[in-house]
């Protein structure tokens, strides 16, 4: 039936180390972590892990880091479920599982070189792009301008804070924030992410826009850019399943016909605009 | 290769040397149904059986399967299935579910979970002698089956013709390779039998190809009867459970008292059921029955059908029995399509 070695297993995890563990704010936690095998990740940006805690089960995690970093491999995790609950319990020298990387990835090396590149970012959605980010940054010279659009609910809810002022202060980047509610520690503007499109002189021809964020985000901010000018296929957005498997078997993750564990979670929009589940 | 031509005691004679030498499971009555199960005797093998309660894809992908075992210090290692069982009187339709879920479970990323309990199975076949009340196979092309099994047996009138197609059939009809030829005749009778399943299976008729359901559903996403059917819909998930080409599961994990070892297991699961599209946060992505309804005879008729190029209904009817509220029977659904496409 299939030519495959038969002890090769989709479903086996690879044991990885935590090296630092830091809270972010109160929902989300950062992690890094290594292979014990010793090997990089070789993950792609925007592509996703399964992280394993034996007896408490498996679940979907972005990677958070740019495979030009070497050594380690990021995520942030919110906790949420059971999986998520349990890492934050876990310290620096603790073992997770990792099975992956899994699916694909933001087209940092064909489609967004050479051009400007937007990045808008909801929440918790930064989690995934900011690996685009700083691999657009480690080979700055292969890309356009390089505007970063970010909003939180409040600003507890703001992660990566320190990366973020370094790149309000990096000349060759745009850094542009809103938070939905203010409150006295923020003198930023206040609105939902939408508000600060227009604050960004758009060159449609010769720009990609890279999108993640909460569901209700990518209707507005896709509207908004179709207004602008700009096409659908200079748009990419990174979207959220239950990719349970991993590996295109258990149905969980399933869009209409799509799988986003192996056909996303990195779509061009123009590819899923058609597609009834997707946004 | 050959077809062995057997009186009903040299057939019984025959199941009972292949239940002394392997590990069998075959069609035995259940009350006033049918089942696979572990066969002990010849003579509880009902090869005149309808249709069993579960299709034989609980041997192939069992119900809960285990995929890893771990210790929490130590990690996770596979555990494999590796023993070998030969699977007495599958129906043609259910044959070729089974060959589906093989291409599923293959291709692309190999599941060798599932791959190696396949490989290890030999699969014996057998016409339909009887209808099921529900059945209609003989609209979806898979009244008779061709490939996908070790052995074929059709009964003519009180012989059986068992049709040895491979290395594995071959072994396990070692103790019968003396046994004469089927005659001419009767090999003409099979086909009678062939010719007669296809149009006796058919107790719910079908009023177009199957092969024009991808299309067919492609102009019907909007279509009233997923509101309409899936109104009375329980979201109890029957339809999937007693699914041949049904395959969804959910992997979860299981620790000893000591909580120190355990394992990672994985269960059949439906789309159907209310919890499905659900993502650590509790956002549902199919919320809506109509939609969870909708997506069940979209995979069967168009998204399986566009991975394997085959519609992913064979038929059985199982669905349309399981079915509480009645609202199952993928007939009806298609042609309600059909006559209002018009």
């Known amino acids: 039936m299939c030519k495959c070695d038969s002890n090769k297993d989709i479903y086996l995890p690879l044991p990885a180390t935590l090296g630092k563990v830091q809270p972010m704010t109160n929902l989300e936690s950062f992690f890094s972590c290594q292979l014990d095998s010793g090997k990089e990740l070789g993950h792609m940006p925007g ?3 399964e992280v394993s805690i034996p007896g408490i089960g498996e679940a979907p995690i972005s990677v958070s880091s740019s495979p030009t970093r070497k050594g380690s491999f990021e995520m942030v995790i919110r906790k949420v479920g059971n999986v998520s609950q349990s890492l934050h319990g876990l ?52 890309y356009g301008r390089v505007i970063i659009l970010f909003g939180a609910k409040t600003p507890s809810d703001r992660l990566f804070v320190e990366e973020l002022e370094k790149w309000r202060e990096d000349k060759n980047v745009t850094l542009l924030e809103t938070v939905d509610h203010r409150d006295e520690s923020w003198s930023g503007p206040e609105g939902v992410i939408t508000t600060l499109l227009p604050l960004v002189k758009i060159d449609k021809d010769n720009t990609v826009v890279v999108i993640c964020g909460p569901p209700i985000m990518y209707k507005f901010v896709i509207i908004n850019l179709l207004e602008a000018k700009l096409k659908e296929d200079q748009i990419y957005l990174s979207l959220e399943r239950n990719m349970k498997c991993g590996v295109g078997k258990c149905g969980h993750c399933q ?5 986003v564990c192996q056909d996303g979670p990195v779509f061009k929009f123009s590819d899923i605009k058609d597609i009834e589940e997707a946004l | 290769m050959t077809v062995k031509k057997l009186e009903k005691a040299a057939f019984d004679k025959w199941v009972s040397a292949c239940i002394t030498s392997q590990r069998v499971f075959g069609v035995q009555a259940k009350e006033d149904r049918f089942v696979f199960a572990p066969l002990a ?69 190999c599941d060798t979970h599932y791959v190696n309990r396949r490989e290890k199975a030999t699969i014996v076949a057998c016409d339909v002698q009887n209808a099921s009340k529900d059945v209609f196979a003989g609209c979806m092309g898979t009244a008779t089956v061709n490939d996908g099994f070790d052995i074929l047996i059709t009964k003519i009138d009180n012989d059986y013709l068992v049709d040895i197609r491979s290395e594995k059939g071959q072994a396990l009809a070692e103790t019968i390779k003396d046994a004469e030829d089927a005659d ?68 979860r994990d299981d620790v000893e008292w000591n909580l120190q070892k355990g394992e990672r297991y994985r269960v059949w699961d439906g789309c159907l059921l209310a919890e499905f599209a659900v993502v650590a946060g509790k956002h549902n992505f199919r919320a809506n029955r109509a939609d969870r309804y909708r997506h069940r005879y979209y995979r069967k008729g168009k998204y399986v059908p566009e991975k394997i190029g085959e519609v992913a209904c064979v038929g059985c009817g199982r669905c349309i029995t399981a079915c509480t509220a009645n609202i199952a029977n993928p007939v009806e659904v298609y042609n309600k399509l059909v006559d209002e496409g018009k």
């Not at chain 2, 093998?45 to 210790?71: A, G, M, N, S, W």
């Open chain 1, 47 to 49: 592509q996703f892990v």
């Open chain 1, 91 to 142: 310290n620096a020298g603790d073992k997770i599982f990792i099975r992956g990387p899994f699916g694909t990835s933001f087209p940092v090396d064909d489609a967004m070189k050479g051009k400007d590149i937007i990045f808008v970012c909801g929440g918790i959605g930064i989690v995934p792009v900011r690996s685009a980010i700083q691999y657009v940054l480690d080979n700055r010279d292969d």
């Open chain 1, 255 to 259: 869009i209409n016909n799509i799988y």
């Open chain 2, 41 to 109: 005797n010849a003579a509880d093998l009902r090869l005149d059986y309808d249709v069993t309660i579960l299709p034989p894809k609980k041997y192939f992908q069992p119900p809960r399967e285990t995929l890893l075992k771990f210790d929490r210090n130590e990690g996770f290692e596979s555990v494999f299935d590796n023993q070998p069982f030969v699977l007495f009187g599958v129906h043609p339709y259910d044959m070729v579910a089974i060959s589906q879920t093989d291409k599923l479970f293959s291709q692309e990323h």
């Open chain 2, 184 to 251: 001419d005749i009767s090999l003409k009778l099979r086909k009678l039998v062939w010719a007669d399943n296809a149009e006796l299976l058919q107790k719910h008729k079908l009023n177009v190809r199957p092969d024009v359901l991808p299309k067919l559903l492609g102009r019907s996403y909007e279509h009233p009867v997923w509101k309409e059917k899936s109104e009375r819909c329980y979201s109890c998930g029957s339809c999937n459970l007693v699914c041949p080409t049904c395959y969804c599961f959910d992997v």
